[in-house]
Each structure stands twice: as C-alpha cells, then as structure tokens.
C-alpha cells in the first residue's frame, strides 16, 4: 500500500502559493502579465480621455437623455433573456449528453457544437433574408440565443465530463430520484462552469453591432455606431461606451462570486470514475427530438438559407470581387491574430493560476473588460494610438492585428485558464525540486500539459477573428477586403444572393476551428462506445 504525499491534503490554492514561491522568475512573468494587461487597457483609457472630454454639463444632457434609458433597458433585458436561455439549453443539452444513456452521444456533441461556425450577423442575415418579421426584441433573442449557446454547453459539458460522479451516485443511493439529483447535486457541481459560460454570453451581447444592425434592434453598440459613424461625435460615444464596461464590471463581479460560492467537480484521488447514466427509457425520444429542435433552429436555418440563396442567386449594381483574395485575407489575420492572442494569454493565465491572489485574480478579470467594448471602440483607439505614437504603423496589417487581439484575448484567456485547472497541484513544484529550472518545467512540463488548451485558444481567437465586421471596416488597410466587409458591402445594398458566397465561405472556414474545440469529447466518448 502506498502512502499519500504529505502535500496531498492541501487545497490547490496552498499548493500554487508553495510552488511560485519556488519559482524565481515570478517577477518576470508577473511583469509580463502587467504589460499585457496594460497594452489591452489602452481602449478603456482612450476611452475614458474622450469622455472626459465631454465635460460635465455634455454628460449630464447626454445621459438624462430618454434614449439612453431605452437603450440601457434594451441592453440590459436583451442580455438577461439570451443568457438565461443560453444557459437552460446549454447545460440541459450537456447534461443529456454527458449524464444520460441518450444514442449518439458523439454526434451530438458535434451537432450542438457546429452553430459557433455560424457568425451572428450571417445567422441574422438568414433569419432576416426568409423571414422578414424576425426584428426587434424578440428576433434578437431569438437569434443570439441561436448563436451563443454553445459557450455554455461547451464548458459545461467539459466540467461534467472530468468530474467524478461520486456525489451523484450517493445522492441516488439515499433515494432521490434523477431530477432531484440534478437539480441538488449536478447543477450546484457545475455552477462555476455555467457562470463562465454565462459571462462570455453577456459580455459578447454588449459588443455585438452586426446581427442588432440586421434585425433593428437599438442597443447601446449600435448608437455607440451611429454617434461615431453619422455624428462624429467621439466625446457623446465615448460616455455611451462607458456605461458598456460599467456593465461590464458588473457582469464580472457577479460571476466571481457566483463562481466563488459555486460546487467544485468532486475528484477522487485517482482518475474520475465513468458516469453512471441516467436511463431515459420513455424519455430517450423526446429528449431526442428536442436536441434535433435545437440544433435544426440553430444550424438549419443559416444553412437552408445560404443553400437558397446560392441556388436562387441575386442581381446587384456592386462591382465584383474575388472571393478567394478575401478568403486569403482573411485566413491570414485570423491566424496571426489567434496566435498573437494566445501567446500574450500564457503569462495572464499562468500568473494567475500560480498566484491565485486577488491582485492576480484581478488582473486577470481586468482583461476581461475588452469582451465587452464595441468593436468601433477598440478600432478608434488603435487607430489613434497608431497616428501619435507609431505614425509607420497607420494604415498598416499590424493595426487589424492589434484590433483582433484586444477584442479576442479573453477567448484565449478562457481557454488557457480551463487546461490549467486540469493540471493536478503540486506538478509544478515536483519538476523544481528534481532540478529543472524554470524555463526547463515552462517547456517541458506546463506547456505539454496545456497543449490542448493552446490548441482550443488558437482555434476560438481565429473562429471569431474570421468573421469580425465592426473593427474591420475601420482598421483595415486600404484596399483590403475580408470576406466580412465584401458580405457587409452586399447586404447593405440588399443583394442577398451576391452575399450568400462569401457567407458561405466564412461558415465553412469556421468548421475546422469548431471540429477541433470538439476534438477531445470526441475521444472520450469513442473510449466511451468502445467500452
């Protein structure tokens, strides 16, 4: 019989606290983590110093404005109905997946994953194209609720894969019964998974511009648009952005503490044994018809209305473009803004897993901010970063780069931060005591063991990147066209069959990426079958 470490009964937080203070070059990646932080604060600065620039008598006018209490209810309401729809169907449909005996498990999976391939505004163009009363509020909840899904079921689903089902089993031992399992066991064990989830469902609705442009619905992104577009008004859209990240701050204390007083995956002291699966028996076909419900609301209607489109074709007075110059363009931003993001990502995640402090924690959530800025916010502030302190970069690839990256960091945050928390305590810390430096445990221990996370950051920063609109309009070089901005150029001008190309394109350049964050349930549940 072996004995258990000494180390073993800590909780993980000690376990980090004990292994970076072995580690010598916590000033250096501490540092690394304050640069990057701070280089994607700069858009909340820029932001602050033009609305500084309105004055108080400009802010107290703008503000007491009736529209602005429309947008702040629109805002507000539109994100609370999506997020808590959002959650409902990405947990229920994770928890058919991973807790119950429902067939096709692996093909679900894939089938609930595939809607990220579909961007927001094609997925409103779609809507909007077959079904001209799909508008206004509830066409919006309707179609975000479509697109955003997935990053609730998706951290879910991965949450209940890797826990154990102890707790669950013993709860079904003393006499309760599935549903009341579920509802006082697994939920409470996934409340942090759903939190997060939830957080990137709210903070994406804040910035969102294209789909609420397609379906007419007035949010606070889309008159911080028009002020800058139509107005010119920097200062007024500048106050209108900071009530965004006010917002936005909220958004993330309310999921620190959610997450803080949320259950933790229980873990036994070896690996997690397989779920014990709840027999559906009657209920596997409704369980089954609803998943197809979701998924053919979500997924079939964007693909019948591009295959309509393709066939039906369309007329425009719109020069034409080649859509394979755009698909190259946009191929090559995506992938050196994804790698870019996920490199700047290392150092955060792993201070502030190592760390695990409040200054860490705070810094870490600080970078979560720029989720929740309209795209023309963060293309303005490149921009004038670029004309006062690098003049040779005006107008240049690095500034729609730079754009992308400090839109889609937290993407890559949020993935690097979940394949740490895989990563058993005390590893770390056992490779510093056999010898190796801290470079030699980085390269040879930590990042191996983040390798799939490095892989999922990688595949959502370019997945999102490929289909920006908003940033890109702004910041990309002068003749240079994404398959976004030639979609864009279409559907403005209503011609719906010139669009369906290059919407086509961008769906199907998004498979790739969707595929590989699937990858590894894929495996599990083939180990699953094969059993």
């Not at 990240?245 to 259950?263: C, D, F, I, K, N």
């Not at 690095?398 to 305590?425: D, E, H, K």
Request: hydrophobic fraction near 50%; include cysteine.
């Amino acid at each position: 019989m072996t004995t258990a470490p000494v180390e073993a009964g800590r909780p993980a937080p000690v376990l980090r606290r004990r292994a970076a203070g072995l580690l010598p070059h916590r000033p250096v990646l501490a540092l690394l983590a304050c640069a990057v932080v701070a280089a994607l604060a700069v858009p909340l600065v820029f932001t602050l110093v033009q609305a500084g620039q309105a004055g108080t008598g400009q802010a107290q006018r703008l503000l007491e404005r009736p529209l602005i209490a429309t947008l702040l209810w629109n805002t507000v309401t539109l994100a609370a109905a999506v997020t808590t729809a959002c959650c409902v169907l990405g947990f229920g449909a994770a928890y058919l997946v991973e807790r119950t005996d429902l067939p096709g498990r692996r093909w679900w999976t894939v089938a609930l994953t595939m809607p990220l391939a579909v961007p927001e505004f094609v997925r409103g163009y779609s809507w909007v194209s077959l079904f001209r009363q799909v508008h206004g509020y509830w066409g919006a909840v309707l179609v975000m609720t479509c697109s955003l899904y997935p990053l609730v079921f998706l951290p879910v689903a991965a949450s209940l894969r890797s826990s154990d089902t102890a707790c669950e089993e013993v709860s079904r031992s003393l006499g309760r019964g599935p549903l009341a399992t579920l509802w006082r066991v697994t939920l409470p064990l996934s409340r942090a998974a759903v939190a997060g989830g939830a957080l990137l469902v709210s903070l994406y609705l804040l910035g969102e511009y294209g789909a609420f442009a397609m379906l007419r619905f007035t949010t606070f992104s889309t008159a911080i648009f028009t002020e800058y577009q139509l107005g010119f008004d920097a200062a007024s859209a500048a106050l209108l952005t900071l009530v965004l990240v006010l917002l936005a701050l909220l958004l993330v204390a309310l999921e620190g503490t959610l997450g803080r007083h949320g259950g933790r995956p229980a873990r036994t002291g070896t690996a997690p044994r397989s779920a014990s699966r709840v027999r559906l028996r009657r209920w596997t076909a409704p369980a089954a018809a609803a998943l197809a419900v979701l998924v053919g609301t979500a997924l079939g209607v964007p693909l019948y209305a591009l295959g309509y489109w393709l066939v039906v074709g369309g007329s425009t007075t719109l020069p034409p473009a080649s859509i394979v110059d755009a698909a190259l363009t946009t191929l090559g931003y995506a992938f050196a803004a994804a790698l870019v993001a996920t490199a700047a990502a290392i150092p955060v995640a792993l201070y502030s897993w190592r760390r695990g402090t409040r200054w860490a924690r705070s810094l870490e959530r600080l970078s979560y901010l720029t989720r929740a800025l309209p795209g023309i916010a963060v293309a303005l502030s490149v921009v004038y970063v670029a004309i006062r302190y690098a003049q040779p970069l005006y107008q240049q690839p690095p500034m729609l780069v730079a754009g992308y990256v400090v839109l889609f960091f937290p993407l890559a945050l949020t993935a690097l931060r979940a394949a740490l928390a895989q990563i058993p305590p005390g590893t770390e810390e056992v490779a510093r005591s056999l010898g190796a430096g801290p470079a030699t445990v980085l390269a040879r221990v930590t990042l191996p063991l983040i390798l799939p996370g490095l892989g999922a950051a990688v595949a959502m920063v370019g997945l999102t990147a490929s289909t920006e609109l908003t940033a890109t309009l702004l910041l990309r070089p002068t003749g240079t066209e994404t398959l976004a901005t030639q979609f864009w150029t279409y559907t403005s001008g209503l011609a719906y069959g010139a669009a369906a190309p290059y919407a086509a394109l961008m769906a199907a350049l998004s498979v790739p990426p969707v595929l590989l964050l699937t990858r590894r349930t894929l495996g599990t549940h083939h180990r699953a079958e094969k059993r």
